[in-house]
């Protein structure tokens, strides 16, 4: 019985060991996987290439669109960087001040009101999400959306990032498409996925573990068959270790989930309470 209780322990220790590496795993933002009829789309934004070393990312610490009496600087999943030509414009407060406007947040646009350049905060990079631009399509490319709430309003800007392995292209298309919302595209080779052939018949880490559990059960009811065999001398049906657990187990189990049944159905109204009432 003592080899049992250990076994069980190790299996609890087990399971409290895989819930907390699943639950630490730290995805980094310009990341994004999607599963479609048995395949893998990965994208890694930021991985770096021969020809494009920070991936996705402007070398120049920003990327610059302009549109009418609209200026916008943004940054792909982190802060912008200025070592040249910075924003210069009023209400920078919430993204580095006057002195560093434009290098504390990921995206920031100028607008022209009554002759004066008013910034607004429009994207920060740890509120960044990436999906498809269509769904159907996973290999088109994905969108970068990162936005800046606030108590006044909500600002945002989505940049849809199109597979192109000819080159970097743009960014283009910058659209002002509701109070504080901002559309642009570009055109990147780590907009392209790469593809990786899944089978999702296959066994999750959960299904795994319980093939591992019964075979180490297994192993256990063999070798210690095998010893009350040979080193004890017991025959017939003794020779299964902790025989009486066994044969109450199933009883264990209706016990088990029949007071599993009551706690969640109550009392029912044939059942009495231990404490009856007496009358004197």
């Keep these: 019985m003592a080899i049992l209780n ?105 607008n022209n009101l009554g002759g004066y350049d008013v910034c607004t905060t429009i994207g920060r990079a740890s509120s960044t999400q990436i999906s498809l631009i269509d ?24 940049v849809s990032v199109y597979c192109d392995a000819n080159g970097v292209k743009g960014p283009i298309a910058l659209k002002h498409i509701g109070d504080c919302e901002y559309t642009a595209e570009l055109r990147h080779p780590n907009g392209c996925a790469k593809i990786i052939s899944v089978h999702r018949s296959g066994w999750s880490w959960l299904g795994t573990l319980v093939i591992i559990i019964l075979c180490l059960l297994g192993a256990y009811l063999v070798a210690g068959t095998a010893y009350r065999f040979f080193a004890l001398g017991i025959r017939g049906i003794e020779l299964i270790p902790n025989l009486e657990f066994w044969l109450s187990l199933p009883h264990r189990t209706q016990v088990f989930f029949a007071s599993l049944v009551r706690r969640f159905r109550g009392p029912t109204e044939g059942h009495r309470s231990s404490y009856s009432p007496v009358n004197f």
């Design 6 to 110: 250990d076994f069980l322990i190790l299996f609890l220790s087990l399971l409290i060991i895989l819930s907390r590496v699943e639950s630490n795993r730290i995805s980094n933002i310009c990341d994004f996987s999607y599963i479609n009829e048995n395949k893998l789309y990965n994208y890694s934004l930021d991985s770096p290439t021969s020809n494009y070393p920070h991936g996705v990312l402007s070398e120049d610490g920003f990327y610059k669109l302009a549109a009418n009496t609209t200026v916008l600087w943004f940054q792909l999943c982190d802060g912008m960087i200025f070592n040249h030509n910075p924003p210069r414009c009023a209400g920078c407060l919430d993204c580095g001040g006057p002195a560093r406007c434009g290098m504390e947040c990921s995206a920031l646009v100028s």
């Design 135 to 158: 769904k159907a399509k996973p290999h088109t490319g994905v969108v970068v959306k990162m936005s800046s709430g606030s108590l006044r309003v909500n600002c945002s800007l989505s």
